[in-house]
C-alpha cells in the first residue's frame, strides 16, 4: 500500500494525473516526473482526452475571490448544493463603508439607498450603548470579548437595514467542472451584474485553464437556460403567510422507520450525524417567513434545496430588528421604513423596474417566503446547528420550530438542540479570527 498527498500542482495538471488513472496502470510517482520533466503546460497538450471533460473537471479544483459584488450577486453564486466558501459577515463587519450597487443610478434611487446607510451609520453608537446599559460587563468577563460580543449584538439589530445593494466579498472552491456548469447557467441570471461576473469568470478562467474552458455551451442548452432563466434562479411562491406562522409536512412513515432504525435514531450522542442512508425514508418539507439576512445564513446548508426568493417589501420588515432599537430610534425606524418601501414603489414603477432590479433597494431586515426541503438527517443538523444561543434570533426560532416538528412526529429520534430562551451571548466575542503576534 502506498498512499501520496500531492497538493503543489495547478488544477489541470492534478485532474490529468488522476484521469490517468483510469487508463494506465502506472503509479502516480511516474506521472508527477513527468510533469516536473515537461511542465505543467506541456504535460497537458501531450495528452488527448476522448472520452468526455466532465469528470476529468471534477479532479481539479479552484478558488475565486469575488470582491465588490452585491449581496444578491452573492447569493446567486452560492445558490449551488456543490458552493464551499465564505463570505464577508453582517453580523460582525461594520458595512458603513461599503459601496453600493445602484441600477438606476440617479439622484433618487442614489437617495434613497443612502437613506439606509446614513441610518446605520447614525444608529450604530447609540445601539452600543443602549446595549451596553442593558448587558453590563460582569465580575469575571474578559472585556476585550465583552465589547465584541456588544459589537456584534449591534451589527445582528442593524444589519436589517443595509440593502441588498450593498457590496461585500466572498470566496468560491471548487473543481472546474462545475465552475463552468454554474457560470453557463449564471450567463442568463435576470440580474445585469450577476451576468456580467459570469461573463469575467468564465474570460479569467478559460485564459488559466485553457484546456478546461476551451469547450463552448451548446445553443440548445443555452436557449434553455435564457427561457426558463427566472423560475431556474428564483422561487416564485407567494403564499399568504405571517411572522408566526410555519408550515411543515413530511411523507416520512416514522412506524417503518422507528421499526427498522430504532437504535440508529435513538442512540446517536451529540455530534454525531445520521447516517445518510437514512434519506431514503423521506423528506420534509416546511414554509414560513424569514427575513432576507438571515435567510442567507439558512442557504448556506446545501445538502437539501433551499430556494432562493424575490427579495421584496410584499411581506414587511421583520419586527425583531425593531423590537431590539430603543424606543425613540425605534419611533425613527418605523417612519423611514414606510417612506422608504413607498419610495422604492414609486421608483420601480417609474423606471420599469423587474422585481429582481427592485431587490437592490430593499433592506435585508424585510421578510421574504422560505421554503426548504431537506430529507431527515439534513433536517435534523439544521434544526440542531441553527438552535444554538449564538445564532441569529430570527433564524433560531425557526430551527426550534423544526426541533418541535421533529419531536413531534419522531419520538424516538434523539434531538441534541438548545431550547433556551434567547439572550445576550458573551461567547459571541470569541467567534473572531485574530492575527497571533
Known sequence: MKIFINDEFDPESSAMMQALYSRSSASVERHIEQVKKAGSSNFMKSYYVGYGHASIGDCG?????????????AKAIQDNPLYSGQETSTRYIDFSSQSLIDPVSTEE?????????????????????????RFPLEQGQQYSVWKKAIDARGFDILRGFLPAGATT?????????QAHDK??????????????????????LSTKYPSSFSHTQKDEAEKYYSRFSKKIHYSSYTPS?????????????????EDEEHEVIGLRPKGALLPRYISRYGRYNCMFLLDYGSYRDLQ????????????????????????????????????????????????????????????YYIPMGSNIVCEIVYDLP?????????????????????????????????????????LSKDKFEVKRGLQDIEKIN
Open 378 to 418: 439534513e433536517m435534523v443538523y439544521v434544526a440542531e446547528l441553527r438552535s444554538r444561543s449564538t445564532v441569529h434570533p430570527t433564524l433560531r426560532r425557526i430551527a426550534h420550530n423544526m426541533c418541535n416538528a421533529l419531536k413531534n412526529n419522531h419520538p424516538a429520534l434523539k434531538i441534541h438542540a438548545d
Open 183 to 204: 457560470l453557463c447557467q449564471l450567463r442568463f441570471h435576470p440580474l445585469d451584474e450577476v451576468r456580467f461576473i459570469a461573463e469575467a469568470a468564465l474570460k479569467k
Open 241 to 257: 403567510l405571517t411572522e408566526e406562522d410555519f408550515l411543515c409536512r413530511t411523507d416520512i412513515d416514522n412506524k417503518l422507520l
Open 300 to 359: 448556506r446548508h446545501r445538502n437539501g434545496l433551499c430556494r432562493l426568493p424575490v427579495l421584496t417589501t410584499n411581506y414587511g420588515f421583520n419586527q425583531w430588528y425593531l423590537k431590539h432599537l430603543p424606543n425613540e430610534l425605534r419611533n425613527q425606524a418605523d417612519l423611514l421604513i414606510k417612506k422608504q418601501f413607498r419610495r422604492i414603489k414609486e421608483l420601480a414603477e417609474k423606471h420599469n423596474l423587474s422585481s429582481a432590479e427592485t431587490q
Open 109 to 133: 434611487s442614489q437617495e434613497l439607498l443612502k437613506n439606509w446607510i446614513k441610518f446605520y451609520t447614525a444608529s450604530t453608537e447609540v445601539v452600543r450603548s443602549y446595549l451596553k446599559d
Open 61 to 73: 479544483t479552484t478558488t475565486l475571490f469575488l470582491e465588490g459584488v452585491s449581496i444578491l450577486a
Open 169 to 177: 466579498q466572498l470566496s468560491w472552491s471548487t473543481n472546474l467542472r
